[in-house]
């Protein structure tokens, strides 16, 4: 009967785990992520997409009614807030560059890109257009 200790061990260990895996499940484990400064940034990078599939140049020519298509999220990078932003209650700002491709009639590619500067104050994130980035660093050109 040694072998039985054997097997109930990994058992219990296993159950073990699951357990825990159900506590990173939990509610109050969500919760944790309520801090996250960066919440609900998603949504606004997925306006900021059907923006530009409604008013990008690129995105002009439709086929089968779409402007544009694979869009990509190229660089996404936390940006430094002055004092002065901070006043205006600003509490996270994040530059992102987005690639696209636009489908002519002829079916020639038209490649795409567009920038953008996300700000989030009172728990509200806006975006205004940025300058070109490095798509590869996130840097200024």
């Not at 200790?5 to 699951?18: D, F, N, Q, S, T």
């Not at 825990?20 to 997925?46: E, R, T, Y």
């Not at 009614?65 to 936390?78: D, H, I, N, W």
Request: aromatic content about 6%.
């Amino acid at each position: 009967m040694r072998s039985e200790p054997y097997v109930i061990r990994p058992l219990a260990a296993l159950a073990v785990c699951g357990l825990f895996l159900l506590g990173a499940c939990s509610p109050a484990a969500n919760k944790a992520g309520s801090d996250d400064p960066n919440a609900g940034l998603d949504v606004q990078i997925l306006d900021w997409r059907t923006a530009l599939e409604a008013t990008h140049p690129a995105c002009a020519s439709k086929v089968e009614g779409k402007g544009c298509e694979s869009f990509q999220v190229t660089c996404k990078a936390m940006q430094e807030i002055t004092p002065d932003e901070t006043a205006k209650g600003i509490t996270a700002q994040i530059v992102a560059s987005m690639s696209f491709n636009g489908r002519g009639a002829d079916g020639a590619g038209r490649p795409g890109s567009a920038f953008a500067l996300f700000s989030k104050a009172g728990g509200v994130w806006t975006r205004v257009e940025s300058p070109p980035i490095n798509m590869s660093t996130c840097a200024s050109m």
